[in-house]
């Protein structure tokens, strides 16, 4: 990170993955009212909030060498460092290569630091 944080991603993830860091913005609420009448419900804040939480979960591998509380050390980065990550774990997730086009990962897993 900028502030020299290690940070370590993967440097892809699976369908299965993807599937469910999208998965809140996919989750929404139906009703049907006495009219017979559907009506969705879905909450943009909680949805971003949760694909958020499962990107970090499911793209960061360890925050300063630690494997555990993965969001949570997320979260509490200074908001330089914690931008940098959710922006390269936005390329992953898109799936462009955070890396340079000589730099080749091994093993499907990278770090940015």
């Not at 892809?12 to 989750?27: E, N, V």
């Not at 979960?57 to 300063?64: A, D, F, L, N, T």
């Not at 997320?74 to 000589?102: H, Y």
């Amino acid at each position: 990170t900028p502030g020299g944080i290690e940070v370590e991603i993967k440097s892809s993830i699976t369908i299965g993955d993807k599937i469910a860091i999208q998965r809140p913005y996919k989750s929404i609420k139906l009703t049907v009212d006495s009219d017979g009448l559907q009506k969705g419900e879905l909450d943009a804040g909680d949805a971003s909030d949760e694909t958020m939480k499962a990107g970090i979960e499911r793209v960061v591998i360890s925050v300063g060498g630690k494997t555990d509380k993965l969001y949570d050390a997320v979260m509490g980065m200074n908001q330089d460092d914690g931008q940098f990550v959710l922006d390269e774990i936005d390329k992953i997730i898109s799936g462009k290569d955070f890396m340079k086009a000589d730099a080749t990962p091994a093993g499907g897993i990278a770090s940015a630091n």
